[in-house]
């Protein structure tokens, strides 16, 4: 396992579900989603319905599951043009 990975591991702790979850906040604010075309873990129709369930502006690249580690310029633009568009809000 990477240092990434590793870091990056949320260990649950016991009673962490119990509790009801809060209102999301794609329900609430702006989001962007990147569309991962060549991800083998969750299939491209089904990022598609989580995207338009959000309402999000979707970025389809032809990536892997995991952009953020293969290709991060692709994630850092998703990022600013999300951050450029809500900048005055």
């Known amino acids: 396992m990477s240092s990434f990975a590793q870091n990056a591991t949320i260990v649950l702790v ?6 009801a979850a ?3 906040a ?3 604010k702006p989001s962007w989603f990147l569309l991962a075309g060549e991800d083998r ?3 491209p129709e089904t990022q598609c319905y989580m995207a338009k369930r959000m309402s999000a ?3 389809t690249y032809q ?4 952009p953020m ?7 850092v633009n998703v990022i600013l043009e ?3 568009e809500t900048r005055a809000r």
Do not use: C, S
């Open 82 to 84: 999300a951050a450029w």
């Open 22 to 24: 809060p209102m999301p």
């Open 69 to 75: 580690h293969t290709v991060p310029g692709v994630v």
């Open 63 to 66: 990536v892997d599951h995991t």
């Open 41 to 43: 873990m969750i299939a």
């Open 14 to 19: 016991h009673g962490a579900w119990a509790g």
């Open 26 to 28: 794609w329900k609430a």
């Open 57 to 59: 502006k979707i970025r």
